[in-house]
């Protein structure tokens, strides 16, 4: 049976909740074309999402752990992949827009540096006099001027929604600056069901990785209160912790925090009241969210996970190295500007020296990074 784009739409039409988006209701592209026959708007731009170079450097960037430290840990595709998943069974439950979610998860790291979060922080403060660097911000840079794909527009035209999503992407680690994307108003449903995704799977996820790696220890974790929820529900402690004993409980953990998640925001959107997306929007508060308990053994988890994973000396080591690596080669950059590609020089007239730097650094898998600061710096290497 073949399904048009209309009956697509209609299909939507049926099935989301009154507060989901349905594509055929977009605000539309900066650049209007005429839409595909057999995908919707966010259909349209999720696959755009996929296709672009930044997606698949995403493979080679850090999530914790470098790409040397060995193939089994989550790399920042992994951990996009994970979160476009949870997106869209949470949205599936609530009634929202599956396509609209998963493409904003899919592109909600898209900026993310090399080296994962310290090498966001040493590039915003190499970049403190020239506007800073926010991978958030470099998201929507990417998918709006950097990736060229198309002869009629830069970036990939993606619909006001999902740019929107992208712009609004909140969570403990990231704040949104949604400065022409209607500041005043929260993100839409789909747009707050991608922050508690990206949540849930780094924090779960993480905790697998610490884990795996022996940094993080079963013993470590007790007392801990999600901890020991799960332990009970899988009757775990009657069996030697192995392999398959942490896929359960990662597992379970997963499916205990997504069950928190759909229900109390049904019920959070039961009490609102809302009948719309826009009252959602002006709501005072996201609607999407844990429950009171639930949020406080997420924390309890969060703060172990930062004291003795984020903080573990192997991961501050690496990040030291990172940091090293990045400002290096920025000041090398800086001194001789020559020395980057002919096609990247090329950018510093109409943006500016320092934020071309930024951008060519910002795009840079974990390897090629360390691979161009050994050809600038190592005498012994052919540049």
Not at 160 to 185: C, F, M, Q
Not at 233 to 249: G, K, Q, V, W, Y
Request: include cysteine; aromatic fraction near 8%; proline fraction near 3%.
């Amino acid at each position: 049976m073949l399904y048009t784009r209309q009956q697509l739409e209609a299909f939507e039409e049926q099935t989301l909740a009154p507060y989901g988006i349905c594509s055929k209701d977009s605000k539309g592209r900066d650049c209007p074309e005429a839409e595909p026959d057999y995908r919707t708007a966010f259909q349209r731009d999720r696959e755009r999402i996929l296709h672009t170079t930044a997606f698949r450097r995403l493979e080679y960037k850090t999530q914790v752990f470098i790409i040397s430290e060995g193939d089994y840990y989550r790399t920042r595709l992994t951990h996009t992949l994970e979160v476009a998943q949870i997106g869209r069974s949470i949205a599936r439950a609530l009634g929202a827009n599956e396509d609209l979610v998963e493409a904003i998860c899919l592109a909600h790291d898209l900026g993310h540096s090399p080296f994962g979060h310290s090498g966001e922080e040493i590039l915003n403060r190499l970049m403190k006099d020239h506007g800073g660097f926010d991978h958030n911000k470099q998201s929507l840079r990417i998918v709006t001027e950097l990736e060229k794909r198309y002869p009629e527009f830069s970036g990939l035209n993606l619909t006001w929604e999902t740019r929107e999503g992208i712009v609004k992407h909140e969570t403990e680690y990231d704040i949104a600056d949604a400065s022409n994307y209607n500041p005043a108003l929260r993100g839409h449903l789909e747009a707050q069901i991608a922050n508690i995704a990206d949540e849930l799977a780094y924090t779960s996820h993480d905790l697998d990785d610490g884990l795996r790696s022996g940094m993080i220890t079963p013993a470590m974790l007790e007392g801990i209160t999600l901890w020991e929820i799960i332990l009970e529900s899988i009757e775990a402690r009657t069996n030697p912790f192995d392999d398959l004993i942490r896929h359960r409980l990662i597992r379970r953990l997963i499916g205990l925090a997504v069950s928190d998640m759909v229900k109390y925001t049904t019920q959070r959107l039961n009490e609102s009241g809302v009948q719309s997306v826009e009252e959602v929007q002006t709501l005072d508060y996201n609607v999407a969210s844990f429950s009171d308990d639930m949020r406080r053994r997420n924390r309890e988890l969060k703060d172990f996970l930062y004291n003795n994973l984020y903080r573990h000396p192997r991961v501050l080591r690496m990040q030291a190295k990172a940091e090293r690596v990045i400002r290096e080669i920025f000041v090398a950059y800086e001194q001789e500007s020559a020395m980057m590609p002919n096609h990247i020089q090329q950018q510093i007239a109409p943006v500016g020296l320092e934020r071309t730097i930024c951008d060519y650094i910002a795009g840079m898998t974990d390897r090629y990074a360390i691979e161009e600061h050994t050809k600038l710096y190592d005498p012994t290497v052919r540049p």
